[in-house]
């Protein structure tokens, strides 16, 4: 089947995309979009997270073909340009990287909770990121990163 989708902003379609395709697949293997990661394949660890019309999805439980005249927003897609956006810079500048495998989907959940909840509260930032597993930092550091972006989109 042909897939044609808006992807950080610009149509891409890809051919012979087979029926039980991921959305993860199509967008790291066919459209060359590593940024979402691929570890559980069963939508637990949130490293895939990826929006799709503005929902934040694990992209491993989503079909390609469910993406089909849809947006797809990646963590590449966060930035502008070679520009970070300031959820990316937060997380680079707290130290909140360190393996990197966790980081596209914990960066895509602190995006979508900072859009929803600009001042959140810890409890509110703990509940946002809790669908997303990280294996190096012990969370603390990406506390400090959602707080950082936080306060810097506030001072805008």
Request: proline share 5%; hydrophobic share 40%; aromatic share 4%.
């Amino acid at each position: 089947m042909r897939v044609t989708t808006t992807v950080n902003g610009t149509e891409r379609t890809a051919d012979d995309v087979w029926p039980g395709e991921s959305l993860l697949h199509l967008l790291r293997e066919r459209l060359g979009l590593p940024g979402a990661k691929n570890a559980c394949e069963q939508g637990e660890c949130g490293s895939c997270t990826v929006y799709l019309d503005g929902e934040p999805v694990c992209a491993c439980l989503v079909a390609a073909g469910q993406a089909i005249g849809r947006k797809v927003t990646t963590v590449e897609g966060l930035a502008a340009g070679q520009a970070l956006h300031p959820v990316q810079e937060a997380f680079v500048e707290a130290g909140a990287v360190q393996c990197g495998f966790c980081t596209p989907g914990l960066v895509v959940a602190a995006h979508d909770l900072l859009a929803r909840v600009p001042e959140p509260s810890d409890p509110e930032i703990r509940e946002a990121l809790a669908g997303n597993l990280c294996r190096c930092t012990g969370y603390e550091k990406i506390l400090d990163a959602v707080r950082l972006a936080a306060r810097r989109q506030a001072a805008r």
